[in-house]
């Protein structure tokens, strides 16, 4: 059974996060694994149970990714994620897409990060667009009914379309595929390359950095999140010898 533990406070919140990290035997380092519903419950366990599991990092790294039309990385970057009032413009529209599609508002926000930097006006060498880089065949397929009256150039060049387009899109390959990590490969390398690999990330080192640079962003987003919106903290099946927090 979960294991649950009442509402935490910021800072405990913090220690409890980077603390369950380190349960383990001695001599022994143990793998976290975790996501934030909906609710703003995190939820933690010694393995990946389901597809919405993902490994939380044992401590906070600096981050280490460049996107399109910035000149910072690290802390800097976190920071005009934070300030920026093209970002904060956006904040509604991702919660909207997330309650829509069950896709976290956070891996929206590192998506769009890494795919454009939050310029809407983006086109790529490959005609892919918008803040989400999505191709007119994957924004036509899907858009609803009503959407797709409208030119394909022009919704994606709408922020809001553009990304409640992206998330039924990434919410379907997650579906279809099992997990963020190969659905994230196959939004970036084709869904063909995925099915070739057996359903698996594609050998290829440019999707395997990208897939990497979004969950790392994806995570510490996450992790913020838990700091200061997690009410409360599920323990699921985790070992015997670990103490639960109270």
């Known amino acids: 059974m979960p294991r649950l533990v009442r509402p935490l406070s910021v ?10 990290a380190g349960l383990c035997l001695p001599g022994q380092a143990q793998q976290l694994w975790g996501y934030v519903d909906g609710a703003g419950v995190a939820h933690f366990a010694d ?19 460049r996107v ?12 005009w994620l934070d300030i920026a009032p093209e970002v904060k413009r956006l904040q509604p529209v991702l919660k909207e897409a997330e309650e829509a599609t069950g896709v976290d508002a956070e891996l929206l926000k590192a998506i769009i990060t890494v795919e454009s930097g939050f310029n809407p006006e983006l086109v790529s060498p490959r005609g892919a667009i918008g803040l989400m880089q999505m ?31 992206g998330a039924r899109m990434l919410a379907d390959l997650t579906r279809r595929y099992g997990g963020v990590d190969v659905a ?31 969950l790392e962003l994806y995570w510490t987003l996450l992790q913020q999140r838990m700091q200061t919106g997690a009410r409360q903290l599920k323990l699921v099946g985790w070992n015997e010898g670990a103490q639960p927090v109270r």
């Not at 800072?11 to 369950?20: E, F, K, M, Y």
Request: with cysteine.
């Open 184 to 214: 994230l490969a196959a939004w970036n390398a084709g869904e063909g390359n995925v099915r070739r690999a057996g359903g698996k990330m594609p050998p290829f080192e440019e999707t395997r950095a990208h897939v990497h640079m979004v």
């Open 11 to 20: 800072l405990r919140l913090s220690c409890v996060l980077w603390g369950l």
């Open 135 to 165: 191709t007119p065949d994957a924004a036509d397929r899907y858009a609803t009914k009503a959407e797709a009256q409208a030119p394909v150039e022009q919704r994606m060049r709408n922020p809001r379309l553009n990304i409640l387009t």
């Open 47 to 65: 393995s990946a149970v389901d597809s919405r599991y993902l490994p939380v990092l044992p401590e906070p790294g600096q981050l280490n990714i």
């Open 68 to 79: 399109p039309g910035k000149t910072m990385t690290g802390n800097g970057l976190l920071t």
